[in-house]
């Protein structure tokens, strides 16, 4: 065992973490105001559900030996998951350690698809289609992608750190979820403009900085391969933001804080398949694609009748399809020999099987979205009531405010001035 990786791995579980509160914020400055802790709620309720039910058997489903569609139960309740490493994964770092750092993975991927449903969908509900999803969609497609016989890895699709497990899944699942409850009732909600543009910064910037920990620690050690995945990060990112503001500024000539901040998530997801096999230059054109295919989507899709609330399809959904199909493009087995080589390279199969790959994740997370969430309404219902959309979901759900007034009208914060 090699403490180096180890002490690595557990930094990058860290810092994966931290990305659903930085979803938090981001979801939460993004709403209105009397949504925001519904909004936060949503993001930071994963943490508490999806890591227990990740103990108890989400965790033995994904990545225990079993057939290459789902995970035996041996780990189940994190039996024999111990301090030593498992070579099935990793001989350098405690096989506890890579539980954790995929657990953090796993919390973070339900709350994604919240984005598209905030404002109109009850707690209570909303509680229980993530904990479903998780063990129902997240746990298999994860096997399929990452498991020791996942049907996916074995046919050779390449998946970094999530492409099609967690963003592809979100993001279709995000859209089916935004057919299923319907769009917000027309008060003007649906029009409102970001109502703390400060948090939707913080937020982004608070996924910029996990999402090292996202995809370098998906290396699994602290090594050349780890780098090359920070580095391909960054520039995707920051790719993606130049394209997003340069569209904003010969489409409207008035760049916002919003886009620019919604860009760089786009170039994070972008990248997540890829980030690890392909080099920084062609991490540069992937940013820019992506976030070039995602502002022409979100433009589309505004003029049409669906509800995706926070844009989560546009999003993550196109994000994660476009990068894991130009890994196909991309790919090459000079920066990463454990990868394969892509079209420029003189294998245009693994575009055919990254193609393949992201249509079987598309379909089985809309199939299991939609069952899921017809099931739920059938045991709570899924929609607020009408008194949400007249005094705030936050009150309705929750009993609390982010912002309180008092009778001259002074902005309250937490009940304090």
Known sequence: MNTGNTAWILACAGLVLLMTPGLAFFYGGLVRERQVVNTIKMSFIALGLIAVLWALVGYSLAFSPGNGLIGGLGWRGLEGVT??????????????????????FAIITPALISGA??????????ALFISAWSLVVYCPLAHWVWGPDGWIGVMGALDFA?????????????LVAAIVLGPRRRDGEAEANPHNVPFVVLGASLLWFGWFGFNAGSALAADGLASLAFVTTMLAAAAAVVTWVGIEMGYTGKP???????????????????????????????????????YGTMSLLRRTALDDTLDVFACHGVGGIVGSVLTGVFATTTVNPDGANGVLFGNPELLA???????????????GTAAILLIVRGLTGLRTAETATRVGIDLVEHDELAYWRDSSSTWLVGGES
């Open 117 to 126: 449903v905030v404002g109109r969908m009850k707690f209570r509900a909303y």
């Open 353 to 367: 099987v990254q193609t393949l790959s992201v249509l079987v994740a598309a379909a089985f997370a809309a199939a």
């Open 256 to 294: 916002s804080a919003t886009g620019a901040a919604i860009a760089a998530v786009v170039g994070l997801v972008t990248i997540t398949p890829a980030a690890g096999f392909v080099t920084p230059m062609a991490a540069i054109v992937i940013g820019a694609v992506g976030a070039a295919m995602s």
């Open 83 to 104: 301090a030593e490493p498992n070579p099935l994964f990793s001989d350098s770092i405690p096989h506890l350690a890579f539980m954790a750092f995929q657990m953090m």
């Open 162 to 174: 999530g492409g099609t497990v967690v963003h592809v899944s979100a993001g279709v699942s995000a």
